[in-house]
């Protein structure tokens, strides 16, 4: 799934944000339906994406395909 790929270990730990053996844990509590993590889970998620999405928007507005107001719009949060 698309969680399970954000969270691979391999990428946890290049990253060095969070405890893969933990996410891992959160995770399988979830899906077992032992606790709902689901709040917790999305809050990670939201985390992990963040940089992702900057970069993207970062390296677009290098790339002269996006302008520099929607860039700044973007990265000051007034998009929302």
């Known amino acids: 799934t698309f969680v399970r ?3 691979a270990p391999e990428k ?9 053996a933990y996410v ?4 399988e509590e ?5 606790a ?3 709040k917790l889970i999305w809050t990670l998620l939201m985390f992990e994406m ?10 677009l507005r290098r790339n002269g395909l996006l302008s520099a107001n929607a860039s ?3 990265i000051s949060g007034s998009w929302i």
């Open 30 to 34: 979830h899906e077992s339906g032992v």
């Open 36 to 38: 709902d993590q689901r």
């Open 12 to 20: 946890l730990k290049r990253r060095g944000l969070f405890n893969p």
């Open 24 to 27: 891992k844990r959160l995770l």
């Open 5 to 7: 790929d954000a969270f």
């Open 72 to 74: 700044a719009r973007f």
């Open 50 to 59: 963040w940089p992702l999405a900057l970069n993207s928007r970062l390296t």
